[in-house]
């Protein structure tokens, strides 16, 4: 679309869905397990295999296979599904937020506390770049629990852009945490403070990584990245089978009791909808804005404008020019809800292309010497016109034409004035008359009072001329 239409037309897309809350006993704030699919939330493996994602009490639990460095459980899952189909947006989260379980099992299968190998099991979390699924860093944590459960015995590593480990940060943190399914790691992501945790006996948030060079290398990659996903491998020491367990995403608990996750987690505005600054009066508008839900993609969404109570639907009219807002709502089926608040400034959209219509036409020459306005530049503007309403269209084809009023009414002067020197389209049916020699008497004489006195001059001379030749022949005979 070019230029000129898109400075006067306000485009906007309705992403509204169906809403059907989902109640279980009677109570709207639960989900069935059994209405997810494990591996809509974690599950894709890094190679071929689909991996084995499954529902347990504790959450989402994936099951890695011996040699796990050869594979790599996805977050958000590549399979197709209603839920987590957007990845991590960084401009919309302060710091991503996973409590993860690390499970190790014996030959017998059985869940123990302590990995096979001595040096521990491990887990990783690589995050990656969305746009162009580069890695930006891993973070590796080595699990060792000692039988009596304590607290600070988990060390960590760390790399960036691939897995030389070239950013080794063992010993500088050792976060809480064992390897038993009661217990579980906090591991929080997000642009200024990277990887944190709880560490040693504190229980507030800290930045894992103190090595100035791998902060710097992080956070170099993590320049114009918008969006982002993580992989999570696990192993027990290469030996035996190992498990991961997401019991926790941003908050929101995928623990559940008989099947039935408690929701409690609101949805989420994204802040990347792009809606505009500016907005026409008097026309409906369906505003382009989603939000994001972690358990249900089945959001309903509410306005509320003027009025003193939210109406279903993302659309309104804006009535007032200048300064507005309206307040939008997100629901989920378990009736969470978040409101966002949208400020706009009201525009007329006549005057809108009055504006656009001056600025673009300013090359005129008022002399009319010269035609600075091109054919092109002429079908642009006919292109805008035609995509305004009828009653914006029918402002302009009846304003007054005063240079010196107000910008509709200067706006249909220049029109008129081009029209009319150069025989451009009339398309705004102001039955302008084209100056042209087959209508010359059709014309105001404020156009022709120069062409006018210029042929009576010359008629003028020519009577002049043959008087005095008449004259000289009498005095030759």
Same mark, same amino acid.
């Given at each position: 679309?070019?230029?000129?239409?898109?400075?006067?037309?306000?485009?906007?897309?309705?992403? =509204?869905?169906?809403?059907?809350?989902?109640?279980?006993?009677?109570?709207?704030?639960?989900?069935?397990?059994?209405?997810?699919?494990?591996?809509?939330?974690?599950?894709?493996?890094?190679?071929?295999?689909?991996?084995?994602?499954?529902?347990?009490?504790?959450?989402?639990?994936?099951?890695?296979?011996?040699?796990?460095?050869?594979?790599?459980?996805?977050?958000?899952?590549?399979?197709?599904?209603?839920?987590?189909?957007?990845?991590?947006?960084?401009?919309?989260?302060?710091?991503?937020?996973?409590?993860?379980?690390?499970?190790?099992?014996?030959?017998?299968?059985?869940?123990?506390?302590?990995?096979?190998?001595?040096?521990?099991?491990?887990?990783?979390?690589?995050?990656?770049?969305?746009?162009?699924?580069?890695?930006?860093?891993?973070?590796?944590?080595?699990?060792?629990?000692?039988?009596?459960?304590?607290?600070?015995?988990?060390?960590?590593?760390?790399?960036?852009?691939?897995?030389?480990?070239?950013?080794?940060?063992?010993?500088?943190?050792?976060?809480?945490?064992?390897?038993?399914?009661?217990?579980?790691?906090?591991?929080?992501?997000?642009?200024?403070?990277? +990887?944190?945790?709880?560490?040693?006996?504190?229980?507030?948030?800290?930045?894992?990584?103190?090595?100035?060079?791998?902060?710097?290398?992080?956070?170099?990659?993590?320049?114009?990245?918008?969006?982002?996903?993580?992989?999570?491998?696990?192993?027990?020491?290469?030996?035996?089978? =190992?498990?991961?367990?997401?019991?926790?995403?941003?908050?929101?608990?995928?623990?559940?009791?008989?099947?039935?996750?408690?929701?409690?987690?609101?949805?989420?505005?994204?802040?990347?909808?792009?809606?505009?600054?500016?907005?026409?009066?008097?026309?409906?508008?369906?505003?382009?804005?989603?939000?994001?839900?972690?358990?249900?993609?089945?959001?309903?969404?509410?306005?509320?404008?003027?009025?003193?109570? +939210?109406?279903?639907?993302?659309?309104?009219?804006?009535?007032?020019?200048?300064?507005?807002?309206?307040?939008?709502?997100?629901?989920?089926?378990?009736?969470?809800?978040?409101?966002?608040?949208?400020?706009?400034?009201?525009?007329?959209?006549?005057?809108? +292309?009055?504006?656009? +219509?001056?600025?673009?036409?300013?090359?005129?020459?008022?002399?009319?010497?010269?035609?600075?306005?091109?054919?092109?530049?002429?079908?642009?503007?006919?292109?805008?016109?035609?995509?305004?309403?009828?009653?914006?269209?029918?402002?302009?084809?009846?304003?007054?034409?005063?240079?010196?009023?107000?910008?509709?009414?200067?706006?249909?002067?220049?029109?008129?004035?081009?029209?009319?020197?150069?025989?451009?389209?009339?398309?705004?049916?102001?039955?302008?008359?084209?100056?042209?020699?087959?209508?010359?008497?059709?014309?105001?004489?404020?156009?022709?009072?120069?062409?006018?006195?210029?042929?009576?001059?010359?008629?003028?001379?020519?009577?002049?001329?043959?008087?005095?030749?008449?004259?000289?022949?009498?005095?030759?005979?």
């Amino acid at each position: 679309m070019n230029s000129v239409i898109t400075s006067i037309l306000f485009l906007t897309l309705t992403s =509204a869905s169906a809403f059907a809350p989902l109640k279980i006993n009677g109570e709207a704030n639960k989900i069935a397990v059994s209405s997810i699919e494990a591996k809509s939330i974690f599950g894709g493996w890094w190679d071929s295999s689909d991996g084995d994602a499954s529902w347990v009490n504790q959450g989402v639990m994936v099951n890695v296979p011996k040699q796990t460095w050869n594979y790599e459980a996805q977050l958000p899952s590549t399979f197709a599904s209603p839920s987590f189909k957007r990845n991590f947006s960084l401009v919309d989260n302060e710091a991503i937020s996973f409590r993860i379980s690390a499970n190790f099992y014996d030959e017998d299968g059985n869940v123990i506390t302590q990995s096979v190998n001595d040096g521990g099991g491990a887990f990783n979390i690589a995050v990656y770049n969305a746009a162009n699924e580069q890695k930006i860093s891993t973070l590796r944590i080595w699990v060792n629990s000692q039988p009596n459960g304590a607290d600070q015995n988990t060390q960590l590593w760390a790399t960036v852009n691939g897995n030389d480990w070239q950013y080794s940060v063992s010993g500088e943190r050792w976060i809480k945490g064992t390897a038993k399914l009661s217990s579980s790691f906090y591991i929080q992501f997000d642009k200024e403070n990277l +990887f944190s945790s709880y560490v040693g006996g504190s229980d507030s948030i800290t930045p894992l990584a103190t090595n100035i060079d791998y902060v710097n290398a992080v956070k170099n990659n993590l320049e114009g990245v918008d969006e982002v996903f993580f992989r999570f491998g696990a192993s027990n020491g290469f030996t035996e089978d =190992a498990s991961l367990v997401i019991s926790e995403i941003n908050g929101q608990a995928l623990t559940n009791v008989d099947g039935i996750i408690n929701d409690v987690s609101s949805p989420k505005f994204s802040m990347r909808n792009n809606l505009p600054a500016t907005l026409p009066v008097n026309v409906p508008v369906a505003l382009n804005i989603e939000a994001f839900d972690l358990l249900d993609s089945n959001l309903k969404y509410q306005v509320k404008y003027v009025e003193n109570e +939210f109406k279903d639907g993302l659309t309104f009219t804006p009535l007032v020019v200048g300064d507005d807002s309206v307040t939008i709502k997100a629901i989920d089926s378990s009736n969470n809800e978040t409101t966002y608040t949208y400020n706009f400034k009201g525009v007329n959209v006549a005057e809108s +292309f009055a504006e656009t +219509f001056l600025n673009t036409t300013s090359v005129c020459d008022p002399s009319g010497a010269t035609n600075n306005i091109t054919s092109e530049m002429w079908q642009e503007l006919e292109d805008a016109y035609n995509a305004l309403s009828v009653e914006e269209r029918a402002r302009l084809s009846n304003a007054q034409n005063n240079e010196k009023g107000t910008k509709l009414e200067k706006a249909v002067a220049r029109y008129e004035y081009i029209v009319h020197k150069y025989g451009y389209k009339d398309f705004m049916d102001r039955n302008v008359e084209v100056l042209s020699i087959n209508n010359l008497n059709n014309h105001d004489e404020v156009w022709f009072l120069p062409l006018i006195i210029s042929l009576s001059v010359i008629t003028l001379l020519a009577v002049v001329v043959l008087v005095v030749k008449t004259r000289k022949k009498d005095k030759i005979e």
